[in-house]
Structure formats: structure tokens, C-alpha cells
């Protein structure tokens, strides 16, 4: 696991996606109201909308153009209408700077 700095902690503010590139793969990185970052693929499943233009609610990230709300957590639509996961990305927080593991996981859903 090899973690990319990808920007300035600072860059990264509570409950304001965040779009980040690695390699041409855009990430949304999302600091939630509790202080806790995550890293979300950024590509709606249902359409081809950025998901650092939707809305954070809680532990969620909802796409704005037709509402499917994702778990920061598991990468999983709550809400319908879309159905697949987007890919989760292991994150930390390092000497001010943001870190993500580039290899996706995609969680089982629960
Ligand atoms: S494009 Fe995201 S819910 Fe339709």
C-alpha cells in the first residue's frame, strides 16, 4: 500500500467535496462535520456527474442530479436511483498533508 499525497489538508474543508486526480482517476475527498476524511470515487454510478458537485449530508455524498446519497463509508447508494457502489480509497492525514491509497476496495454491502 503506497499512499500519493494528493493536497494541503487545508484544501479540504467540513462537509465540501473535493476533487482530486490520481493517474487520470478522479477522487472525491470529503471531510465530514465530525472532522473524518474519506475518499470516494468520484464518477456517479448512474450517470457521469461529479459527486464533489453533490452535497454532504452526515456520512453521505449525494449526487445532485437525480439524489442517490452514497455511504462515505462503504461506497454504496442508499438511495436509488443508482444501484452499484462507487470504489472506496484508504486515506490519512500526515503532517498537513492528505494521503490516499490508490488501489480501490469495493466493500460488501451490509
Ligand atoms: S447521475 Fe447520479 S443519481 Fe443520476
Known amino acids: 500500500m503506497t499512499f500519493v499525497r494528493v493536497c494541503p489538508a487545508e484544501d479540504v474543508q467540513v462537509d465540501t467535496p473535493h476533487r482530486v486526480e490520481i493517474d487520470g482517476r478522479p477522487i472525491a475527498v470529503v471531510r465530514d462535520s465530525a472532522g473524518q476524511v474519506f475518499a ?47 470504489p472506496v480509497y484508504g486515506i490519512k492525514v500526515e503532517d498537513g498533508d492528505i494521503y490516499i491509497d490508490p488501489t480501490p476496495t469495493f466493500e460488501e454491502k451490509n
Open 40 to 86: 470516494i470515487g468520484d464518477t456517479c454510478t448512474h450517470g457521469d456527474i461529479s459527486l464533489s458537485e453533490g452535497f454532504v449530508e452526515d456520512d453521505t455524498l449525494e449526487c445532485w442530479a437525480h439524489g442517490s446519497k452514497f455511504s462515505l463509508r462503504t461506497g454504496w447508494p442508499l438511495t436509488l436511483p443508482a444501484y452499484e457502489p462507487v
